[in-house]
């Protein structure tokens, strides 16, 4: 994000919701292996990949099918050691649901590498498609308190702010862990939504300008600042 704002000579100023914990515990080392026993495994995140891989060795079987929501994800999985990937264009659940590798999956075992909360939407779709899933949340989105000095440096500020939004979660997280001021300055930003799902959640949440971007990268997201809503 800083590079691609750079690009377009933008300071970016990161408000974190929270820190990534891989889960070690021996129920998430049994549903991992179970999930990584799976005909088909997703992997939800590049942090997702990076928790499991620390868990345990990532290979795909002969016949088993690997997908990643986005190219993020599937990077980090060919880094993990899985050569072949089905990734979307469209790089959100919707998009992902939408692969020919996930139609036909009646009778078929799903893995889910995912964390707590987060893409709900995956699972129901699979299970009422007729697959069985095993889920595995193989990390947790802990939420911590936002820096001081990043607060005192947004209250400073007195120029247009964007703010991309490419997770539902981290913006209600966010909303609802900052000062009303900078909640309500927050609000008032120009929203550069990764989806119309996460447009309409923004909307939901108070926001009142909305772009919708091509997608979920940095460019996308920065890319869609100067459309009209």
């Known amino acids: 994000m800083r590079r691609a704002a750079a690009a377009h000579g933008l300071r970016v100023l990161a408000l974190s919701p929270w820190r990534i914990a891989v889960r070690d515990d021996p129920d998430t080392r049994r549903a991992l292996r179970a999930a990584l026993a799976a005909d088909i495994v997703i992997a939800t995140s590049p942090a997702a990949v990076r928790a499991a891989s620390t868990l345990a060795t990532l290979r795909a079987r002969r016949g088993q099918a690997f997908c990643a929501v986005g190219s993020a994800t599937a990077e980090a999985l060919r880094r993990a050691g899985i050569d072949r990937i089905h990734a979307p264009e469209r790089m959100d659940s919707e998009g992902l649901l939408a692969l020919d590798v996930l139609q036909p999956v009646r009778g078929l075992v799903v893995g889910l590498l995912t964390a707590p909360g987060g893409r709900d939407r995956i699972a129901p779709t699979l299970r009422a498609r007729g697959a069985s899933v095993h889920r595995a949340d193989v990390y947790a989105r802990e939420p911590i308190a936002p820096s001081p000095r990043a607060l005192a440096q947004l209250r400073a500020f007195d120029g247009p702010l964007l703010l991309p939004v490419s997770s539902g979660e981290a913006l209600t997280t966010i909303l609802a862990a900052v000062p ?50």
């Open 180 to 229: 009303d001021d900078i909640s309500a300055r927050l609000r008032g930003a120009r929203i550069l939504a990764a989806s119309e799902r996460l447009a309409a959640l923004a909307r939901e949440a108070g926001c009142a300008d909305v772009r919708i971007a091509d997608g979920p990268r940095p460019a996308q997201l920065l890319a869609c600042a100067a459309r009209d809503s």
